[in-house]
């Protein structure tokens, strides 16, 4: 089968590998339909996951038709469509049985990781019982795709997280795919007011179509002013951080309102932060973070399915597999190319 190989810093190819086969009772191999990029990937190609190892078939997202399964998978047979979830899950580990997939103890994020990932013809899913889902007759599996991994991320870490309450005012700092997500689905609680901060303008515009009521453009560094004149003086209820540098945490650090607020980390940071104890101590705030569990992943499915929100506005580019390689240039270029989700049709 093709597949993409990391190779290592900087490093990829469209390479020809030998098909997945059943290792394990639990296995099922699964014939890719359709996968997308994820910015993690790009974290992955710039050489910060040290757990990613040359030798690599990249990604973590997708929806396929079952291949193969090994004895012991009840749930699934040959020829069922599913939905891959980023995060495998053995359902019976004590993470699992906490609801703590992404802390599986045999699973976690490995596919893509390390295990061979979704950006190939086949990929083998560990645990498929519980690391799969049925897809639904009748609902589109381009919108599904964000559903393995960016919808369930912006939710979990970000909406849930932050706390988000409605009536209330909230920040997302960072309009990339996972930031717009968080977007889309803070709206199952109503907040008065979603403040969308980010450098790219074509990304704010998009945030402003999806619901955001206003946007900052924190080019200037003058975020945190900003954000405190559109709120009188009085920061927002929740923030999220949706993008991994120091910069954006102290933005959510220097407009959250005082009064048992919360401040959610959603962004995989690769250095340290400050933490303004000194003004923060009697700000009453919570700051969380997590790796996302994929456990919103059936509730998510349905409200898609109820057309209550529409994950296929994320895409904006459409490639075969066989031009992968002009797909990350288009998604590694994403300002310039005005990209969010691209597909991949395998
Ligand atoms: N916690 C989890 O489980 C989990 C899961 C998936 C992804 N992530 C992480 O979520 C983050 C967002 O993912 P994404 O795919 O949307 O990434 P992305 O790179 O596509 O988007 C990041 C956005 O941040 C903006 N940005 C960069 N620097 C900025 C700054 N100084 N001020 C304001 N905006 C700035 C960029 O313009 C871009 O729009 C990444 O760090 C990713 O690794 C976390
Ligand atoms: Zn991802
Ligand atoms: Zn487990």
Excluded at 104 to 125: M, P, S
Excluded at 207 to 230: Q, R, W, Y
Excluded at 235 to 251: F, H, K, L
């Amino acid at each position: 089968m093709k597949a993409l190989i990391y190779g290592g810093p900087g490093k990829t190819t469209l390479e020809e590998h030998p098909d997945p086969v059943v290792l394990k009772e639990t296995d099922a191999i699964v014939k890719i339909v359709k996968t997308t990029i994820c910015g993690t990937d790009l974290h992955i190609i710039k050489g910060d996951v040290p757990t990613c190892t040359p030798g690599r078939i990249l990604g973590h997202e997708g929806v396929g038709v079952v291949h193969a399964v090994g004895p012991a998978v009840t749930a699934f047979k040959t020829g069922d469509r599913v939905l891959i979830s980023c995060i495998t899950a053995c359902s019976k580990c004590e993470y699992c049985k906490k609801g703590m997939y992404s802390h599986c103890a045999f699973g976690g994020w490995i596919l893509g990781n390390t295990i061979d990932g979704t950006q190939a013809e086949y990929v083998r899913i560990p645990h498929a019982d519980t690391s799969l889902y049925p897809i639904p007759q009748g609902v589109d599996e381009e919108a599904l795709v964000m559903l393995s991994d960016i919808l369930p991320t912006g939710f979990e870490c970000g909406v849930l997280n932050a706390k988000v309450e409605p009536g209330c005012t909230l920040a997302i700092v960072g309009a990339g795919p996972v930031g717009l997500a968080a977007l889309l689905t803070a709206q199952f609680y109503s907040p008065a007011r979603t403040i969308m901060v980010d450098l790219d303008d074509n990304r704010l515009k998009v945030a402003k179509k999806f619901g955001a009521t206003d946007t900052v453009n924190s080019m200037d560094g003058k975020a945190i002013e900003k954000v405190m004149l559109l709120t009188n003086g009085r920061g927002v209820d929740a923030a999220i951080e949706a993008v991994g540098v120091p910069a954006t945490y102290s933005i959510c650090e220097g407009i959250i309102a005082p009064g048992g607020n919360n401040i959610a980390v959603l962004g995989v940071h690769g250095v340290k932060v400050d933490l303004h104890l000194e003004r923060l101590w009697s700000h009453n705030i919570t700051l969380r973070t997590r790796l996302v569990d994929t456990v919103t992943t059936s509730m998510l499915l349905r409200t898609v399915q109820a057309r209550r929100i529409d994950p296929m506005c994320l895409i904006t580019h459409r490639f075969k597999f066989n031009d992968i390689l002009q797909a990350y240039d288009t998604f590694s270029n994403a300002a310039a190319n005005h990209a969010l989700k691209v597909i991949l049709e395998v």
